[in-house]
């Protein structure tokens, strides 16, 4: 396994061990990853000398802390759950746990008697304040204004490009003056903000801050925005002068975080000592009494032990006799392999839930470094069998352990056992003593785990202190995280949420978070975009329909909904291609303008699809992928790059992860485009819901390896969902370019077909095996075909003399090219006959001089055409 490419163990997958003598036939213990390193580091890195084939150190949370492994020398089989991440769902299942206690919201409600869903209005009172930014409305976005305002429970729809994003800010500010509006006797609380993905909460959240709409705060510490993580619950908290530290909390935590060192400090040991065989009950008073006068010292030995548990002489002494060596040192010689050092590593700091992860990141992402590391106490179990080793092949149902345990209960004077059988005694006695202290650790961790409870009511009360003395107007949290910090949202009693990005998010997630004090909720999405994710298929079709969010669900109901009609994004030409899907989609007069909206450069056409049968891949990453494809795009990208498009212009979509590594592999090997950009925007259709760009390339993949063989008709798997080919359709401003196996795509499924028909339709004639490029400087178009013929196209012309004219009139000879720069670096010699007679001997894109230094009046211009460096155009190849 390349542990690099890897999501197996991430953090917070769901894990079960048995001992392997059982191999889970009666013992099953159950636990998640809580850390997969490598070296000290998230992931291996190898020019630090790692092997990214190495195991991972692995470290473990237990759902039991009576079911904790402590020892390791006792061998466990590990299963690991196929598919799942176990850490976003298990917030929800403990949220919906908390909500069943509590009584159905009235929020929604069912008329039996129509079978269809119903709201109830106006729960906001009479109230109600209209920000100024709601004059920007069109008509749509006021009514979805409107309802968002007004009623119990209100869902907005929002097309691609309609600013629901808009409506939605301009209806939290309404929310937050409203409630300023009725004054000090009313209960104000934060206005809650939630969407299924950290990126999408970050994208409202900073709209929030850059409209300066409410003091926020951000719970959860995946966010990736520097604006917003700056307002996360820590730095607030860490912040704030109404901070109050529980020092009783703090002090029973650390007490027994002490307890439990003393005791795995105890349980690791190299030898251990009589006192503490005593104290276990595991040797009685009188064998106890035996050690003590076994020697003349031994008495002062014992009180020396009583004093220092550490102390191991009595035993020592028992087990062997040196005469001219120290006994423990006997006993090392005899067992090289042991070694005192230190075994205990703290991290001194409390527990604190704003540190951690959500578990929103893609499987197989590892989290920082410096994030990775747990927090809290540690203390690594190393222990030391001295003496005898365990006798080979045999647990304790042994004869050795019979016999071992025999001369123990048989013998009150341990001094009567013979020479040769006390090492096999003390490994008894031993091994009974670790079973004795790892029970008392368990007990211990349970009390700890009582202890963080406390401590982290302590901590809520504070944080709600907090929150509440500092004036916020908004909390922002993911789905997930509305569960997961469910004690406190539900503490400060919210009025109102609003759910964006609503249709993505599964319904379990915000039905776990119907607080009893809420009483609005708005839901704004698009259940024709992305549906929620389903990690095991079957559970998204019926009976289960876990796939269908709670937004779609009450609007196939006939729960009553707005639906936002004017689009702001694309252009004509590309809306009538997602009008397909939305018949009311009309565009705003802004992507009218050619000014806002300028055609593609160097293209003949904004939309077209350029259709191939180059083969698909089954890649080793379970992903499909599509070279030749992949190859087309980048020359493409090339070529865009050449009528001065800028980078940051372009996204290149994909349906597969795989092929987003290979369009950046064959990116990185374009020496021009490595060259002008870094970043280059390649991302998957999933990843881009909500986001848009100038140009969106979309690489469909999908095309049979045999085109006459036995899987020419196999399925394009996700390719034919309708949502996600929604979104791919709605991404593009100003130009629109599909590359895929039109024939295939349409032919493989009756889903595929009923999704793709409509779109390729649309397209109409706008589409073919070539991509038309139109010469901005003849005006005739090239048809290109196959990668290769991009070579003869690199410097973005056609394929024509140039025959344009340098400043001092010498014709171009060079192929048609975009780059003026050799115009103006004209290397033919200069024709000029300066005032003095002679003819310049410099080359025409150099200064006038004279070959013989006579020297020019100064009223006299060179006429050499000059550049910048700084604004030069990079060489191509």
Known sequence: VDWRESDRLTPGTLVVLSPRWDYFRSKCIVATVATRSFNGRAMPVVEEGDNPFDMPRVELFFANTSEILIDPVEEFVMLEAKVGYFENVRHTMLGLQHAAMYHASSTICVDDDEGRMASATNPAGDTIVVPQAAEGFDQSQREAFDIMSTQALSIVQGPPGTGKTFTSLVAIRGFIETQNAEGPKSRRAPIIIAAQTNHALDQILSLCLDHNIGKILRLGGQSRSDSVSHHSLFNIRSKSRYRRQDYRGLSAWKQICGTIEELVETYTRDLVGAQELLEANIISPEQYQSLVNGSPAAAQIARDERTDPKKISLIIGWLYSFSNQDPEEGIRAMLPGTSRKPIIGRFDNTPDDDLEEEGQAIRGKAPDDAAFQLRGLYLPLDPHHTVAPAPPGCRRTGGWWQEARALVKSTPDLNWIHAKARPLVYYYLKTRLRDYTIKAIREQLQVLKEACETLKVHQLANTIHIINNEGIDIIGCTTTGLSKYRGMLAALLPRVMLIEEAAEAREAGIAAAMFPSLEQLALVGDHQQLAPQVDIPFLGAAPYNLKVSMFERLVKLGLPYKTLQVQRRMIPRIREVVQTFYPMLRDHWTVKDIRNRPPVPGMGSNLWWFQHQWPETWGKKMSYTNFKEAQMIVGFIHHLMMQDVKPCQITVLTYYSAQVEVIKRQIHHDDMLRFLYQEWSVRTVDGFQGEENDIIILSMVRSPS????????????FVEDENRAVVAMSRARRGLYVFGNARHILGSSQKSYETWQKVFNAFGTQTGDYIPLTCRTHGNITSVRTVIEWDNLLCGGCLK???????????????????????????????RVLPCGHLCGKKCSELCRCPRGCVQPAHVLPLAATVEPATARPRLR
Not at 810 to 820: A, I, P
């Open 706 to 717: 045999d085109p006459m063989g036995a899987n020419s008709r196999a399925t394009v798997g």
């Open 801 to 831: 003399p140039c025959n344009e004219r340098c400043p001092k009139g010498h014709r171009c000879s060079k192929q048609c090219h975009t780059n003026d720069y050799v115009h103006r670096h004209c290397m033919k010699p200069c024709p």
